[in-house]
């Protein structure tokens, strides 16, 4: 069981998230569960539960990562943030920003794609490269996604749409 691998590692009086793999890409365990059987880490960050924040994105933050300037904490570059478990706000419309540009490791148009999956326009997907990604690709895009759109989600459910077109 896993709470003798955290016995004397982690502070239990906080709430926290464990995670077998990693925290783009991994999935949510419980602390007393077990690992997968190609688990080749684990990780625990802050569920962020416990924090109550008045008048939520309205208030000018200094201490909170944001990479499009919506806090003013871009002022300040060299600092290290205590990222949490929070969303931080609802899934919202999706938004033509070019910001997926600047994270996807490869040259294609992510969010031309994303769109393409979500028409289910399975033409248009394999002229923008769908067979050319795995939804872990999509991992550093959902982080910084202002949408809050679960990526790796959609971009799986595109690639079971096109095998189930080719059987």
């Not at 070019?98 to 033409?123: Q, S, T």
């Given at each position: 069981?896993?709470?003798?691998?955290?016995?004397?590692?982690?502070?239990?009086?906080?709430?926290?998230?464990?995670?077998?793999?990693?925290v783009l890409t991994g999935r949510q365990i419980k602390?007393?569960?077990?690992?997968?059987?190609?688990?080749?880490?684990?990780?625990?960050?802050?569920?962020?539960?416990?924090?109550?924040?008045?008048?939520?994105?309205?208030?000018?933050?200094?201490?909170?990562?944001?990479?499009?300037?919506?806090?003013f904490s871009w002022l300040f570059p060299k600092k290290?943030?205590?990222?949490?478990?929070?969303?931080?706000?609802?899934?919202?419309?999706?938004?033509?920003?070019?910001?997926?540009?600047?994270?996807?490791?490869?040259?294609?148009?992510?969010?031309?794609?994303?769109?393409?999956?979500?028409?289910?326009?399975i033409d248009k997907m394999e002229a923008l490269g769908?067979?050319?990604?795995?939804?872990?690709?999509?991992?550093?895009?959902?982080?910084?996604?202002?949408?809050?759109?679960?990526?790796?989600?959609?971009?799986?459910?595109?690639?079971?749409?096109?095998?189930?077109?080719?059987?």
């Amino acid at each position: 069981m896993l709470t003798d691998v955290f016995a004397a590692n982690v502070d239990e009086s906080k709430s926290l998230r464990y995670i077998d793999g990693n925290v783009l890409t991994g999935r949510q365990i419980k602390p007393n569960g077990y690992l997968g059987a190609h688990t080749t880490s684990l990780t625990v960050i802050p569920e962020g539960d416990n924090i109550s924040e008045f008048l939520g994105f309205v208030m000018p933050r200094c201490n909170q990562f944001s990479l499009n300037h919506s806090y003013f904490s871009w002022l300040f570059p060299k600092k290290e943030y205590t990222i949490d478990a929070r969303v931080k706000g609802g899934e919202r419309h999706m938004i033509m920003s070019g910001e997926y540009d600047k994270m996807f490791p490869m040259d294609i148009f992510p969010e031309y794609l994303i769109k393409a999956i979500i028409a289910g326009d399975i033409d248009k997907m394999e002229a923008l490269g769908i067979y050319e990604v795995a939804p872990e690709d999509f991992a550093l895009c959902e982080f910084v996604d202002s949408s809050k759109l679960e990526l790796q989600r959609i971009v799986r459910q595109g690639l079971d749409m096109l095998r189930k077109e080719m059987c």
